[in-house]
């Protein structure tokens, strides 16, 4: 974080990921596990920031994201892990859109398989690995209620209807794929499917089960009184 502290990411029990805020190692509390997670922490952090990121040709190697990489520094730390199983689905939510984990965004196979041809990365910390033979739109946001993930709306819609009207597939993921990606995905599919909110997600919800926080829903509430609006005055 800008003031020096470490935003520590969890899977809270609804699937989401959510934000622990830590201090840094000179204010840390002297618990040994606890002190043990933050020096994992800030380790992985500052190796996973380096220069040495895997490649387009070395990416179809790496089975280890950052999420599972993070999970085994908790088992080494804490003497368990809560999830080595990566998120491989791959969801159709509408023509040319799918919805994913970050899991899916490093497994090139899966993304060759669904003809994937753009992706949208709006993780934290995750690299763009095939940069050689898919197209990236990227932007860094924390899953928070006060991120303001409404102004990439535009840009994100733009990107995906070039997508999908040049005849290409693209992928949009998070780091679960259960808040940040779904909001900007089901924003696409409240204007163009011309879905209200509560239309979207029941629909993108039987497809794979989503929960963006409540902060997004609140923008994505005023987005459909916004696309309302526009509606009404173009009759």
Known sequence: ???GRVAKEKRSSKGEFVYID??????????????????F???FNKESN??????ASSASHVSLSNRQMKKRLYRHALGFVLDL?????MANVAKGIYLGSQDVAHDYDILAQHEITHIINCATGVANVF????KYLTFDILDLPWTNIEQHFDKCHEFMKEAVES??????????GVSRSPTIVLSYIMRYN??????????VNSIRKVNPNPGFIQQLLRYEMKLQCENDASK
């Open 194 to 203: 011309k879905m209200t909110l509560q239309e979207a997600l029941e629909h």
């Open 50 to 55: 380096s220069n040495d990121s895997p490649t």
């Open 85 to 89: 199983k990566p998120d491989l689905q």
């Open 41 to 43: 922490e800030i380790t």
């Open 167 to 176: 005849g290409g597939n693209v992928l949009v993921h998070c780091n679960a």
């Open 22 to 39: 830590v201090d840094d190692e000179s204010q840390a509390g002297s618990g040994g596990g606890e002190k043990e997670v933050q020096e």
């Open 131 to 134: 940069l050689g033979s898919i």
């Open 1 to 3: 974080m800008e003031d």
